[in-house]
């Protein structure tokens, strides 16, 4: 099905005028109830008067939605938003212009394995709908944890195997992860006190959150 193998490859990376200004807005609305959940897990403090204390990384931003929610949270210091889509890496800057004029966001067009910044550089990183998408999912989750301090937290929200399969984006080129798997690979990689959160939404999608501090 021509149709769906595009939408399959727009899912993975999007690109041109339809990645752009389609895919992006398809993607904020659909995946609502995934980033809703993953801002809630991340735990930035919606207090005013706080200290601005958090720096977040986000891998795969597509449209934006979880960047701009994290951005509102005034416990975060500073944002990086890491994509490997020059077409959404574009809509980033140009949406988020203000946060970068201020030094308070950072946009890269750059691959998860090979993130541009030094040791423990963020607090907490997250990525949501992404890792079906990368060819080494350990390496991946190791240069993560390479970037996050010490007792730093991770976030990684996905689609159940049996959604995927379901929906036909396992014979499309999509990696289907189940949590134990994906939970096994943090406990090799130094990480602990790893949890899962499983979630329907009013679709039936099923999704899992999976939250792990770096030793
Ligand atoms: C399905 S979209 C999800 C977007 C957003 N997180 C959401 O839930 O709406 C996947 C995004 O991850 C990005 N992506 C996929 N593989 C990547 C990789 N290896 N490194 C960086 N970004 C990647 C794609 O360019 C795309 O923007």
Redesign the pocket.
Known sequence: MPIANFLARQ????SGWWGKFIMSRL??A??IA??ELTVQQLALSTEPAIEATEKIL??????G??LGKILDRPAVKFAVG????PE?VDLARQRFRSFIEAGKLEIQC????NIPYADASFTKIC????IY???DLKK?LAELERVLIREGTLLL?FNSPAFLEQQGFTKRGFQAYDVDRVKHLLETLNFKNIAAISQKDTLREEFICILAQKQ
């Open positions: 899912l993975r990376k999007p993607l904020n659909g995946n995934m980033n986000e891998v795969g931003f597509g449209g939605y979880l890491l994509d490997f889509s959404m750059a691959s998860v394995e990525t949501v709908n992404t998408f990368w060819t991946a929200c």
